[in-house]
């Protein structure tokens, strides 16, 4: 068993050197610079919510953008954050161009990204080098296929190096790329890539998945068919790994690579140009599209990593992910700032989720990202000791409010030198909004702070700023910021407070999934941090139920249960009270059943606004969104529960 830390579960993680990151150097450029005296991470915040078009400015400088047309301003429309304003404009710079300058200047030889299928097999390295000589392949045969600036191109594909090459390939033509993950269905597929018209779609036919292989291929043959309808422009379809099948258009990754090289060109593009479309989740109607601005995203991606997880030059960077999912971008920026990053494919849990941790030993990983439930299902498998994990500096958590039991249970049996960060973003931006950063204390599960140049607020619903009560409301962004629940003020959709002791935040859950019983609001993962302390439940989730026919809402707790064991009447009581006495009264369910599974997206968040829908009798759309949409139809059986004014037996 390694060291554990010296320092209680219950206190706080400081780093032993915050002079020495590359954050504590932004501070004190800043004060070089324009002559101030900001000590800490606070008053550095406000400066840079304060001095908006400074800190932009001093941020492009220090991320060390790359272009070949300076910009004319920081931002053009800045005194109203809606409209949009211009950032940066009149430059002309090329994502892709910037993802690769500094580790080709850096260390060319080096190895630049290395990836693996399940279980660590079939591991592939490519240097700086070689990866720029297969962007220029790539983006030869793109050309040689006539995509050209503003195309889509599409992937239905794993995290692969071939997905990677894809996303930079594109990039460095100008085109814009998108992805989903290969257990997206045949609808979700169409849903997403009928509204952006790709000119070439990626796929894979066969997958690795849970030590099974996976044939893809009638599902693909399906989406494609109807994509061919609805998107007259799809010219190629090409399938990267299994086999491809007789269709117009269709061929295999090597013959779509069969050209002649054209020398790599990075076409210069405004700083808002698009690089790559993300989705929302389709729940409430077809899935949006959600565009990205190259440089725009970059930049804040760039802003995450090097001063919020003091990512650096000689870091290796492992997240796992889909490339569904906005953690996927945020792994492949890690490259313009020349980090190595590290892709797997395949499920986490096998052949246990123990390998995991051999992962980030084998391959000297420095930073690594992972979500409350891996490091959940960790906790009830990992053997008796650890690896050393002498590289590990940090860990990051993100997808779902991190369980106290977890945290605890994470500085209890990891080296004391490695920070456990929970942080919260989003796919609207690509990027952060609070987490932790290395120069301010890390209290357990709490999110730590705000990042840099982000104005964050908790607001009621009545749109009153609330955070200074240690009350829950709504997670905002008023500088800079857009959008429409509050107008002209970004509301992300969280559920959060502010400990007034410690200064960080608590995710209570998300905003649509806040249960209001009796009027009283309160988030699910105040019932999940609870219900986790019960080994002998595996995973829970809870909705409100309020029907037409209802005269208040009532909380519905559903539990899955670990192994054979069956909910009985006398874990229902326990349960209720130990969230009474961690809680109050008021946050115990109106009644709690057991269930075979809990639907999950493929990015690891519990879909409560489905499971809500149809206990309420709302029409729902499934779509793509859950990874286990056939369990959704147990919950069916709970729409006709007695009306609320009946007294429920517990």
Same mark, same amino acid.
């Given at each position: 068993?390694?060291?554990?830390?010296?320092?209680?579960?219950?206190?706080?993680?400081?780093?032993?050197?915050?002079?020495?990151?590359?954050?504590?150097?932004?501070?004190?450029?800043?004060?070089?610079?324009?002559?101030?005296?900001?000590?800490?991470?606070?008053?550095?915040?406000?400066?840079?919510?304060?001095?908006?078009?400074?800190?932009?400015?001093?941020?492009?400088?220090?991320?060390?953008?790359?272009?070949?047309?300076?910009?004319?301003?920081?931002?053009?429309?800045?005194?109203?954050?809606?409209?949009?304003?211009?950032?940066?404009?009149?430059?002309?710079?090329?994502?892709?161009?910037?993802?690769?300058?500094?580790?080709?200047?850096?260390?060319?030889?080096?190895?630049?990204?290395?990836?693996?299928?399940?279980?660590?097999?079939?591991?592939?390295?490519?240097?700086?080098?070689?990866?720029?000589?297969?962007?220029?392949?790539?983006?030869?045969?793109?050309?040689?296929?006539?995509?050209?600036?503003?195309?889509?191109?599409?992937?239905?594909?794993?995290?692969?190096?071939?997905?990677?090459?894809?996303?930079?390939?594109?990039?460095?033509?100008?085109?814009?790329?998108?992805?989903?993950?290969?257990?997206?269905?045949?609808?979700?597929?169409?849903?997403?890539?009928?509204?952006?018209?790709?000119?070439?779609?990626?796929?894979?036919?066969?997958?690795?998945?849970?030590?099974?292989?996976?044939?893809?291929?009638?599902?693909?043959?399906?989406?494609?068919?109807?994509?061919?309808?609805?998107?007259?422009?799809?010219?190629?379809?090409?399938?990267?790994?299994?086999?491809?099948?007789?269709?117009?258009?269709?061929?295999?990754?090597?013959?779509?690579?069969?050209?002649?090289?054209?020398?790599?060109?990075?076409?210069?593009?405004? !700083?808002?140009?698009?690089?790559?479309?993300?989705? =929302? $989740? *389709?729940? /409430?109607?077809?899935?949006?599209? @959600?565009?990205?601005?190259?440089?725009?995203?970059?930049?804040?991606?760039?802003?995450?990593?090097?001063?919020?997880?003091?990512?650096?030059?000689?870091?290796?960077?492992?997240?796992?992910?889909?490339?569904?999912?906005?953690?996927?971008?945020?792994?492949?920026?890690?490259?313009?700032?020349?980090?190595?990053?590290?892709?797997?494919?395949?499920?986490?849990?096998?052949?246990?989720?123990?390998?995991?941790?051999?992962?980030?030993?084998?391959?000297?990983?420095?930073?690594?990202?992972?979500?409350?439930?891996?490091?959940?299902?960790?906790?009830?498998?990992?053997?008796?000791?650890?690896?050393?994990?002498?590289?590990?500096?940090?860990?990051?958590?993100?997808?779902?409010?991190?369980?106290?039991?977890?945290?605890?249970?994470?500085?209890?049996? !990891?080296?004391?030198?490695?920070?456990?960060?929970? =942080? $919260? *973003?989003? /796919?609207?931006?690509?990027?952060? @909004?609070?987490?932790?950063?290395?120069?301010?204390?890390?209290?357990?599960?709490?999110?730590?702070?705000?990042?840099?140049?982000?104005?964050?607020?908790?607001?009621?619903?009545?749109?009153?700023?609330?955070?200074?009560?240690?009350?829950?409301?709504?997670?905002?962004?008023?500088?800079?910021?857009?959008?429409?629940?509050?107008?002209?003020?970004?509301?992300?959709?969280?559920?959060?407070?502010?400990?007034?002791?410690?200064?960080?935040?608590?995710?209570?859950?998300?905003?649509?999934?806040?249960?209001?019983?009796?009027?009283?609001?309160?988030?699910?993962?105040?019932?999940?941090?609870?219900?986790?302390?019960?080994?002998?439940?595996?995973?829970?989730?809870?909705?409100?139920?309020?029907?037409?026919?209802?005269?208040?809402?009532?909380?519905?707790?559903?539990?899955?249960?670990?192994?054979?064991?069956?909910?009985?009447?006398?874990?229902?009581?326990?349960?209720?009270?130990?969230?009474?006495?961690?809680?109050?009264?008021?946050?115990?369910?109106?009644?709690?059943?057991?269930?075979?599974?809990?639907?999950?997206?493929?990015?690891?968040?519990?879909?409560?606004?489905?499971?809500?829908?149809?206990?309420?009798?709302?029409?729902?759309?499934?779509?793509?969104?859950?990874?286990?949409?056939?369990?959704?139809?147990?919950?069916?059986?709970?729409?006709?529960?007695?009306?609320?004014?009946?007294?429920?037996?517990?």
């Amino acid at each position: 068993m390694p060291e554990s830390s010296a320092v209680a579960p219950k206190g706080p993680w400081m780093h032993p050197s915050p002079h020495l990151t590359r954050l504590d150097a932004f501070r004190r450029s800043i004060n070089r610079k324009y002559g101030l005296n900001l000590t800490n991470y606070t008053q550095l915040h406000k400066w840079s919510v304060d001095e908006i078009e400074s800190f932009c400015r001093e941020i492009w400088t220090f991320c060390g953008m790359v272009y070949t047309k300076p910009p004319t301003a920081i931002a053009v429309g800045i005194e109203s954050m809606w409209p949009r304003p211009r950032w940066f404009p009149d430059a002309r710079l090329n994502y892709t161009e910037n993802v690769l300058i500094k580790g080709l200047a850096a260390h060319p030889d080096a190895v630049a990204v290395s990836a693996c299928r399940e279980a660590g097999t079939r591991w592939r390295h490519l240097t700086w080098m070689e990866l720029r000589r297969q962007v220029t392949l790539y983006s030869s045969a793109l050309r040689q296929a006539g995509v050209k600036q503003g195309d889509r191109v599409a992937t239905v594909a794993t995290n692969s190096i071939e997905s990677l090459l894809v996303l930079l390939a594109a990039g460095a033509v100008g085109a814009i790329f998108s992805s989903t993950a290969p257990d997206m269905g045949a609808k979700g597929i169409i849903e997403r890539y009928s509204q952006i018209q790709p000119k070439v779609l990626f796929l894979e036919s066969t997958i690795l998945y849970g030590g099974k292989t996976q044939d893809q291929q009638e599902k693909l043959k399906m989406a494609v068919g109807e994509l061919k309808k609805r998107v007259k422009q799809l010219e190629r379809v090409v399938v990267m790994t299994g086999p491809a099948w007789d269709d117009t258009g269709v061929i295999h990754l090597n013959d779509f690579l069969n050209v002649d090289l054209l020398p790599l060109e990075f076409t210069q593009l405004p !700083f808002d140009h698009p690089i790559y479309i993300l989705y =929302s $989740s *389709g729940t /409430t109607g077809p899935p949006k599209c @959600i565009c990205h601005a190259g440089g725009a995203a970059l930049l804040q991606q760039k802003k995450d990593l090097i001063l919020g997880a003091d990512l650096g030059e000689d870091s290796t960077y492992y997240q796992y992910t889909t490339i569904g999912w906005m953690m996927w971008n945020m792994l492949v920026a890690a490259l313009s700032i020349g980090s190595r990053i590290v892709l797997y494919d395949g499920s986490p849990l096998h052949p246990s989720p123990a390998f995991q941790v051999q992962l980030l030993e084998q391959q000297g990983v420095t930073h690594w990202g992972t979500s409350p439930k891996f490091l959940t299902a960790l906790r009830h498998s990992l053997p008796d000791a650890l690896p050393q994990l002498q590289s590990l500096q940090l860990a990051v958590v993100s997808g779902s409010p991190l369980p106290t039991e977890t945290s605890d249970w994470f500085y209890s049996v !990891f080296p004391k030198q490695v920070a456990l960060q929970s =942080s $919260s *973003g989003g /796919t609207d931006l690509a990027a952060g @909004i609070v987490g932790g950063n290395p120069i301010v204390p890390l209290h357990g599960p709490q999110l730590a702070a705000p990042t840099l140049g982000m104005q964050v607020e908790i607001w009621d619903q009545d749109g009153r700023n609330i955070e200074d009560s240690g009350q829950k409301g709504d997670l905002v962004i008023t500088k800079p910021a857009y959008f429409d629940v509050f107008p002209g003020i970004w509301c992300h959709g969280d559920f959060i407070s502010k400990d007034l002791k410690t200064q960080s935040y608590v995710i209570h859950g998300r905003s649509d999934g806040v249960l209001n019983p009796g009027g009283v609001r309160f988030g699910t993962a105040d019932l999940y941090n609870v219900v986790h302390k019960f080994p002998q439940v595996e995973d829970c989730i809870a909705v409100g139920q309020r029907r037409p026919e209802d005269n208040d809402e009532r909380v519905l707790l559903f539990l899955k249960m670990s192994g054979n064991t069956r909910l009985e009447d006398s874990l229902r009581i326990d349960i209720a009270k130990a969230i009474r006495e961690d809680l109050s009264g008021r946050h115990v369910p109106a009644l709690m059943f057991q269930v075979r599974d809990i639907p999950y997206t493929s990015n690891g968040k519990k879909i409560e606004n489905l499971v809500r829908a149809i206990v309420c009798g709302e029409k729902v759309r499934v779509g793509g969104t859950a990874i286990n949409p056939e369990c959704l139809e147990e919950y069916e059986h709970y729409l006709h529960l007695p009306l609320v004014e009946e007294k429920a037996k517990l």
